[in-house]
């Protein structure tokens, strides 16, 4: 991902996130902020089609199966991921196993329904 990217990135991610119940709403600046690369911090891939134009989904959806020979490549040992969002849909078919920690999200002054991990389109530290 370069900075010139990141104007696309926001609007695919803000797309993207449409379809889960409880996202954040993110500025251009905290996309940036969030997603853009730094060494041993976060990579980020944005994946052009033929043309050099971004494809619609291919910032979001780069499944694990297409990242895990990057992370050998990096010298990673260990791939953590959560069961949010679309993710539940190609762990258990590479076999990922399943941990024994359970996510428990309070939002401070908030009120929203109990729903299944592949509704939360949110992650927090």
């Known amino acids: ?10 609007q695919l991610l803000t797309r993207y996130l449409k379809q889960f119940h409880l996202t954040p709403v993110m500025s251009q600046e905290e996309v940036e ?15 052009e089609n033929a043309n050099g134009e971004e494809g619609e989904a291919a910032f979001i959806c780069l499944h694990l199966s297409l990242f895990l020979p990057t992370t050998a490549q990096k010298g990673f040992d260990v791939f953590n991921a959560l069961d949010l969002m679309e993710n539940k ?16 999200y309070y939002l401070y002054n908030w009120k929203c329904p109990s729903m299944g991990a592949e509704k939360v389109g949110l992650v927090l530290q």
């Open 33 to 47: 902020h969030w997603f853009y690369p730094q060494e041993n911090i976060i990579d980020t891939f944005v994946v």
């Open 1 to 10: 991902m370069e900075k010139k990217d990141i104007p696309v990135v926001h």
């Open 89 to 104: 849909t190609f762990l258990e078919k590479l076999k990922f196993g399943i941990g024994d920690g359970n996510l428990q």
